[in-house]
């Protein structure tokens, strides 16, 4: 079954800790996008990666970090630094550069205790 | 970079009535235009898009155009129905960096 696959679905941090949220895909897209997601400012992107080995800052990528070492793996940590990490993350993939739908997980939700 | 902004952010309308969401964008370069629904509690799913050498496309009831002179598209759907209900993004993409609006929730009254 063909997929994008975020876990957990729910995360509970307490503050100062650092934590890391899973983004597998077996789709073989080249692709992957985080996005973080709050009431009234859409999907706002964190952080995304176009090949293995390489990965690009989006708009809100501070107190954020990543990795792209497997074509089917994108993992998102978010760290102590990050100020106001209480939100609803998702993940997506595209097959390529050329323009074409993205794929998201079904997302997970990160609460700062 | 790019800067989609996407309005009114709250739409309800009618049953079969029309509703028209729209959206500006800022990087010239974006050529890649989608559009995403996301219903209460499930993930986000292109329903349309629009490529930049194209300036209308219609599918069933819901059609995209877009003007690139004025950077702005917007989302057109007809006959609403109750099952329409849901938060709409619209996005643009430069150079495989895929920027997104900030959604609109529309309701659709019986």
């Known amino acids: 079954d063909g997929g994008i696959t975020q876990s957990p679905k729910y995360l509970f941090r307490k503050e100062g800790q650092n934590v890391t949220l899973s983004c597998e895909q077996n789709?073989?897209?080249?692709?992957m996008y985080w996005y973080r997601q709050d009431p009234g400012q859409g999907l706002r992107l964190i952080y995304y990666?176009?090949?293995?080995?390489?990965?690009q800052k989006g708009d809100i990528a501070e107190g954020y970090s990543v990795s792209r070492e497997k074509k089917e793996s994108f993992p998102l940590t978010v760290t102590s630094a990050q100020k106001n990490p209480t939100a609803f993350y998702l993940c997506?993939?595209?097959?390529?550069?050329?323009?074409?739908?993205?794929?998201f997980g079904q997302g997970t939700r990160l609460t700062v205790v | 970079g790019e800067n989609v902004e996407q309005h009114p952010s709250t739409l309800s309308v009618q049953e079969g009535d029309s509703a028209v969401i729209k959206c500006t964008y800022s990087?010239?370069?974006?050529?890649?235009f989608p559009w995403y629904k996301q219903e209460l509690g499930k993930r986000p799913q292109l329903i349309i898009d629009?490529?930049?050498?194209?300036g209308e496309k219609k599918d069933q009831r819901i059609a995209v155009t877009l003007n690139k002179t004025a950077k702005h598209f917007s989302l057109h759907i007809t006959e609403t129905q109750p099952e329409d209900s849901a938060v709409y993004f619209c996005?643009?993409?430069?150079?495989?960096?895929?920027?997104f609006g900030q959604g609109t929730t529309l309701q659709v009254k019986p």
């Open positions: 996005a643009a993409s430069s150079e495989g960096k895929l920027i």
């Open positions: 990087d010239s370069a974006s050529n890649y």
């Open positions: 629009i490529r930049s050498n194209v």
């Open positions: 990666s176009q090949i293995v080995n390489d990965f």
């Open positions: 789709l073989n897209h080249d692709a």
């Open positions: 997506a993939s595209i097959a390529s550069r050329a323009n074409t739908e993205a794929f």
